[in-house]
């Protein structure tokens, strides 16, 4: 029998989150150093109680609805199975942690001031009403996708251009809407259709169904265009991209996709689909995507459609 928190490691988690919060009780928070979503919850104490209020909110109901993912896996899993009465027991003791939670999201809704700080060897904490919070998902391999997703929701209401300061207010250019021509340009030969677009082209075999190329066409240079702009965004609030660690990975429980972008935790949630089915195509397109960022001159890449079975 499986499930994504046993109750012994949660019992463990507890007695070492308690522990580290004695330990820190008082301690100022981190320099803003790492990730941009730990330096963003590192800037929040300068923030107003609104802006902060806002954070704690968004990261609450996220955690809220991760754990009770948990519990309700549980309890499925626990269905017809013979002596599952811990597993049962294990998931009312989630249900009530959801509670809590809940009850500090209502206490930041109601006003209370609210303190948010990222722990050495730990991640970041809400404290409102006497009430401290560690905002760690139940599932540690999905923690980026929690962090990432708090953020996106965040940054979507507030400048996060501004509470990180990256860059004086009157440097910032506008980042393109459009990273991409809106149309690729094609080539018709008897050795089969080419789409092109800014260097980089995709050769399908003769024979092959020309609707289907051009859907294949279209959504991947409609996916690398979202993949640019949003790079480029990180880029503008100080995200450095690590090109050995660049990978893109599916977003468990989501449509999405994410995309590591750094050793320091920082990575993106877009929906990605053509990119991620094809295997070894972000690792052969990180050149052009280097020199597009750059603003260089586009290398020339040739993709065969054969390479990753489109459009035949």
């Not at 009157?170 to 809106?182: C, D, K, Q």
């Not at 880029?235 to 050995?244: A, F, K, L, T, Y």
Request: net charge neutral.
């Amino acid at each position: 029998m499986k499930t994504g928190v046993q109750p012994a490691r949660l019992a463990r988690g507890a007695v070492y989150i308690l522990g580290l919060l004695l330990a820190l009780a008082g301690q100022p928070a981190l320099a803003a150093d790492g990730s941009r979503y730990q330096r963003t919850v590192a800037a929040l104490p300068e923030a107003t109680s609104e802006i902060r209020g806002d954070f704690a909110a968004i990261a609450l109901a996220q955690l809220a609805e991760a754990y009770l993912a948990e519990a309700r896996q549980a309890r499925t899993e626990a269905v017809g199975v013979p002596g599952s009465t811990r597993l049962l027991s294990w998931s009312r003791g989630v249900e009530r942690y959801v509670r809590e939670l809940w009850a500090a999201h209502a206490e930041v809704a109601q006003g209370h001031p609210v303190e948010l700080q990222v722990l050495p060897m730990s991640d970041a904490a809400v404290t409102v009403a006497g009430r401290t919070v560690i905002l760690s998902h139940p599932r540690r391999d999905q923690q980026a996708v929690f962090e990432q997703a708090a953020l996106a929701e965040f940054c979507t209401a507030h400048d996060c251009l501004q509470l990180l300061a990256v860059a004086p207010a009157g440097n910032r250019e506008p980042i393109p809407v459009s990273a991409l021509p809106r149309s690729a340009d094609w080539v018709f030969t008897a050795r089969g259709n080419v789409c092109v677009q800014q260097g980089l082209s995709l050769h399908f075999s003769p024979g092959g169904s020309l609707p289907r190329q051009r859907k294949v066409c279209a959504q991947l240079f409609a996916e690398l265009q979202t993949l640019l702009v949003e790079l480029r965004w990180q880029q503008r609030q100080g995200v450095m991209i690590d090109w050995s660690v660049f990978t893109l990975a599916a977003a468990p429980d989501r449509e999405q996709h994410l995309v590591t972008l750094n050793g320091a935790g920082d990575a993106l949630l877009l929906n990605l689909p053509l990119l991620y089915r094809s295997d070894g195509l972000t690792e052969r397109l990180q050149g052009w995507l280097q020199a597009s960022l750059a603003g260089s001159v586009f290398p020339e890449l040739i993709l065969p459609a054969t390479d990753y079975n489109w459009g035949q």
